[in-house]
């Protein structure tokens, strides 16, 4: 999740640590937890109080990249020429941004150890980063099928997924450059996807055209949608 959708609720202030480009116009950005803690996967809404009042420019929702073992928080986003992103960008060490609204479903379900398809649209991978870093990390299998879509050659965390897939046999991992999401294209690379739990995370509009086409032939669905997206900017 990447979004602008703003709640309202009880609010933390995390201290930026550093940050640093991944690839392309992807940046990310490392905070202190501020004592908050999280399942990989979840998402919550970030607040820069030096916007303003209007929280249709000052918040904005992300899925958290990093993984609760890793002991921060990392914000990877595609960095565009929004109020918020610039602002985000302009942050130094030591500055604030106020979190809230912890939330989100878009976890691994434990379900006697079948495998699950992942399908990420671009910046849709940072749910997956999350997860496949933290299952390693707890010394949980990685049962499953990446199909990365990306617009072009800019993948970000890509010398990093190679890696757990070298470590780990069980995950198997295809990039792919240039080509559409659609149920058809999952199901053409991972044929098996039509009997098990698909992951999808990605561009609003893909996610929920994806999702529908895939429920109607009986796949089992989960869901991250990242609103501001779309097939040119993925």
């Known amino acids: 999740m990447d979004s602008n959708v703003a709640k309202v609720e009880t609010i933390s202030s995390l201290k930026l640590i550093s940050s640093h480009g991944e690839v392309g116009n992807v940046q990310t950005f490392v905070f202190e937890t501020g004592g908050i803690t999280w399942l990989a996967g979840q998402a919550q809404a ?4 030096q916007l303003g009042s209007d929280e249709k420019e000052s918040v904005r929702w992300f899925t958290i990249s990093s993984s609760p073992s890793e002991g921060n928080i990392h914000i990877s986003t595609r960095v565009s020429q929004s109020k918020f992103k610039q602002a985000l960008a302009a942050m130094e060490p ?5 979190a809230h609204g912890l939330e989100g479903d ?3 379900e434990e379900s006697a150890g079948e495998p699950v398809v992942l399908v990420a649209g671009g910046i849709g991978i940072t749910p997956f980063r999350s997860i496949l870093v933290s299952r390693q990390a707890e010394g949980k299998r990685l049962n499953a099928t990446l199909l990365y879509f990306n617009r072009d050659e800019d993948v970000a965390f890509k010398a990093e997924l190679e890696a757990l897939r070298e470590k780990h046999s069980d995950l198997h991992l ?9 149920a058809q294209s999952i199901l053409k690379h991972a044929p098996q996807a039509a009997k098990q739990l698909v992951y999808i995370s990605g561009a ?4 929920e055209k994806v999702g529908a086409d895939l429920s109607k032939l009986g796949v089992r669905i989960k869901q991250d949608c990242f609103p501001g997206y779309d097939e040119k900017n993925y």
């Not at 970030?46 to 109080?49: A, G, Q, S, T, V």
């Not at 295809?174 to 659609?182: L, Q, T």
């Open 106 to 108: 878009f976890t691994w």
């Open 46 to 49: 970030y607040r820069l109080p």
């Open 94 to 98: 030591g500055n604030e941004i106020q």
């Open 204 to 207: 609003e509009p893909m996610v």
């Open 174 to 182: 295809e990039v792919i450059i240039g080509e559409d999401v659609s």
